[in-house]
């Protein structure tokens, strides 16, 4: 849009200028009439443009026209043409001609459509959309794979991957025939894959990517996405501001990891005795939650008091911080 304004600016000046000396040299057909340049009327059809137009240029085409001239007149010609075929840019022509005293506003709307963008906006934002789309389920499923690749490396997932494969007989036939030991190995690896994806439960932003999370369809589901907010809050503010209920389990959650900050995901990334530890302390009592808070900032306190690292770092700031006095650079 910077842009845009800074051509019709130029646009605005260059009519000042062009009014100061009582010519429109500078915009459309100069001071040639478009329609003139193509031998027709300003009631011609668009098909009866195109026709002039492709039998004029191939009189005046340089190639076969060897005039001196010849050039000159085939580039006014598509000029004319490149106007009058376009309708929106056609309409601006004919309330030229119609009003010729509104220099600026002629200036103006023939700047404007010329650095406009030639693209739809709304297929700018569908195919925007949906790069955005495609590239979230990408990065989805390689921070799924990044998972996976954790737990087969890591020994405690791995070990019990192994011992459920055994117990299901699972890598009995991957020595059988003539296999090499990378075969055997690439065999064996897609198996106990294969037990991690099933038995696993990875929660969070590494969980499976699932096509209905993409920005695409939460676009297109977001009035029902509204419609459900809204008889939800509806519904909350019915049975715990007028009715007085009690809270039912999932209400709980709810205003658990949304009173502690917590996104949705990294509730359910959580560990099963902490989310219970986080139910029974009843955080969404404002004295329960203020206690709560507190006890996992003192918790990290001593947890970051203990680290070698940051028991080094307090060391040198001690010795090196601001208050140091010193005769260095």
Sequence with gaps: MGAVRFFILVGLMCGLFGESHGQLDNIYCGRDNCYDVLEITRDATPSEVRKSYRSLARKYHPDKNKDSNAEEVFQRLANA????????SRTDYDYMLDHPDEMYGNVYRYY???????????????VSITIISILQY????????EAIKYALVTPQYRNKAKQRATEQGLLDNIRKGKKSKDEIRQDEEAVLRKVVEE??????GYSKPSPWNILWIHLVLSPYYLTCYLLWLASWHWRYSIKRQSLTDEDKEYLSWKL????????????????????EREVWIPENLKAYTQEKEDEAK???????????????????GPGRMTFED
């Design 260 to 279: 502690l900050k917590l996104s949705q995901s990294r509730w359910e990334a959580l560990q099963d005795h902490e989310q219970e530890d986080i139910l």
């Design 199 to 204: 038995s696993l439960d990875i929660r969070g």
């Design 302 to 320: 001593a947890k970051l008091a203990e680290n070698s690292r940051y028991k080094q770092y307090r060391r040198y700031m001690k010795k090196n």
């Design 112 to 126: 404007r459509h010329r650095v406009a963008p030639k693209v739809d906006l709304r297929v700018v934002v569908a």
């Design 81 to 88: 043409y490149e106007i009058l075929r376009d309708e929106e």
């Design 138 to 145: 990408l990065n989805g499923w390689q921070r799924y794979n």
